[in-house]
């Protein structure tokens, strides 16, 4: 499991440096915004971000904002005590937990295993007779793998990680050319989604017409 600290204090890097190395963590530490933000331009694959809210260039709630959230990448706020305007504003934007200053490590690792434990039963969805498994591209039909094509895989990929939200046309036609090169249209959309649906044989995916296309937790 990879972690990534964000933090400056250098006690509290030596202190979670060898409490998640003991716990079989992997533990990568940036203590500012700018080297973090070049480290997550890397695409790392990273399981937990530890982000502390005050940091030496900047705010670290706006490092969230502004780059962390849109990677979908499971974040704890270290926060002081005062700070509870920006705890709030940082649970409402899409932040798993924080913790305040002092802290208990044995605290902070129970939150850590509480989430990484949530998002690992996450990945793998249920719906109907179907599953699907993000963290490998899998989708089974009664137990058995689907002969989806790479590009139908992608964007039943794409489908399952905004479950409960509409994925517009837009959006998707602009994955389709980050992950192919070749530009297509509003109609070769929809019969890419004809296909994905004939060979899944479930109504899973709902079309919201002139929008885009959603799939829903039953």
Same mark, same amino acid.
């Given at each position: 499991m990879n972690i990534l600290l964000i933090e400056d204090n250098i006690s509290i890097i030596k202190g979670l440096t060898y409490a998640l190395t003991k716990n079989n963590y992997h533990l990568i530490t940036k203590s500012t915004i700018q080297s973090a933000v070049e480290y997550l331009q890397t695409k790392p694959d990273l399981n937990l971000i530890i982000l502390? $809210?005050?940091?030496?260039?900047?705010?670290?709630?706006?490092?969230?904002?502004?780059? $962390?959230?849109?990677?979908? $990448?499971?974040?704890? %706020? +270290?926060?002081?005590?005062?700070?509870?305007?920006?705890?709030?504003?940082? +649970?409402?934007?899409? *932040?798993?937990?924080?913790?305040?200053?002092? %802290?208990?490590? #044995?605290? +902070? +690792? *129970?939150?850590?295993?509480?989430?990484?434990?949530?998002?690992?039963? #996450?990945?793998?969805?249920?719906? *109907?007779?179907?599953?699907?498994?993000?963290?490998?591209?899998?989708?089974? #039909?009664?137990?058995?793998?689907l002969n989806l094509s790479s590009l139908e895989l992608k964007l039943v990929n794409l489908l399952f990680n905004n479950l409960n939200?509409?994925?517009?046309?837009?959006?998707?036609?602009? #994955?389709? !050319?980050? !992950?192919?090169?070749?530009?297509?249209?509003?109609?070769?959309v929809t019969v890419y989604f004809n296909r994905i649906r004939e060979k899944i044989g479930n109504d899973i995916i709902t079309t919201i017409k002139g929008i885009g296309y959603r799939i829903d937790e039953k």
């Amino acid at each position: 499991m990879n972690i990534l600290l964000i933090e400056d204090n250098i006690s509290i890097i030596k202190g979670l440096t060898y409490a998640l190395t003991k716990n079989n963590y992997h533990l990568i530490t940036k203590s500012t915004i700018q080297s973090a933000v070049e480290y997550l331009q890397t695409k790392p694959d990273l399981n937990l971000i530890i982000l502390d $809210i005050t940091l030496p260039d900047g705010n670290g709630h706006n490092l969230y904002d502004h780059t $962390i959230h849109n990677l979908n $990448i499971p974040t704890i %706020f +270290l926060t002081a005590k005062d700070e509870e305007d920006e705890i709030v504003s940082c +649970l409402n934007a899409g *932040a798993e937990d924080y913790i305040t200053k002092p %802290f208990s490590t #044995k605290e +902070l +690792l *129970a939150r850590i295993n509480r989430i990484l434990l949530r998002q690992e039963k #996450k990945n793998i969805i249920h719906l *109907a007779n179907l599953t699907y498994d993000m963290d490998k591209y899998v989708l089974l #039909k009664d137990g058995n793998p689907l002969n989806l094509s790479s590009l139908e895989l992608k964007l039943v990929n794409l489908l399952f990680n905004n479950l409960n939200r509409v994925v517009s046309r837009n959006t998707i036609l602009d #994955k389709i !050319w980050e !992950w192919t090169g070749n530009y297509v249209d509003d109609h070769t959309v929809t019969v890419y989604f004809n296909r994905i649906r004939e060979k899944i044989g479930n109504d899973i995916i709902t079309t919201i017409k002139g929008i885009g296309y959603r799939i829903d937790e039953k």
